[in-house]
């Protein structure tokens, strides 16, 4: 009795030992640099800064001929009513850089804002994917180093990355 008992435990341990962890990684840079969400991100913020560059150029040739024009009055103005108009335009610029400024930040922060909503989403993807396909660990590597060695075949970068892009599409 003592022998089968010993024998089923040996059994039971080496079918324990048998049950490997399964474990993968990704490149991160990879992955998000060809997630085609993200390039569909980057397209439509390229897009808003170009029409914000042509908006700034335009009201700035605008502003630079209504300085110019002013330079070409203020050879006949008397010296205070010059000065007077030189002021209001010197506001007038500082109120234009700092109305630009406003929205070039607010393009930024919109920006960072999708790209960081990005990310969870890829992440949430991963790990979702990851249980469905049970797998214990996905680690990630970037230039950091935080996988600084891995078999080829437990690199999932591509298949999920084919992943993401079908499940987007579906979207």
Do not use: H, P, W
Not at 126 to 142: A, R
Request: with cysteine.
């Amino acid at each position: 009795m003592k022998k089968v008992l010993l024998f089923v435990f040996g059994l039971l341990l080496m079918a324990s030992c048998q049950n490997e962890m399964k474990t993968g990684f990704i490149d991160n840079s990879e992955l998000i640099k060809e997630y085609q969400k993200r390039k569909d991100i980057e397209a439509t913020f390229k897009k808003k800064v170009e029409a914000f560059d042509k908006r700034v150029d335009s009201i700035g040739r605008a502003f630079q001929m209504e300085a110019q024009e002013f330079q070409t009055k203020a050879a006949n103005m008397a010296q205070k009513d010059a000065q007077q108009q030189y002021q209001v335009l010197g506001q007038k610029q500082q109120m234009l850089q700092q109305q630009f400024q406003t929205e070039e930040q607010a393009i930024q922060k919109e920006s960072q804002t999708e790209i960081d909503t990005l990310i969870k989403e890829v992440r949430s993807f991963v790990k979702d994917y990851g249980k469905k396909n049970g797998y214990t660990y996905i680690l990630g590597s970037n230039e950091a180093g935080s996988v600084m060695y891995g078999e080829e075949s437990k690199d999932l970068t591509k298949e999920i990355l084919e992943e993401l892009n079908k499940a987007y599409k579906k979207d």
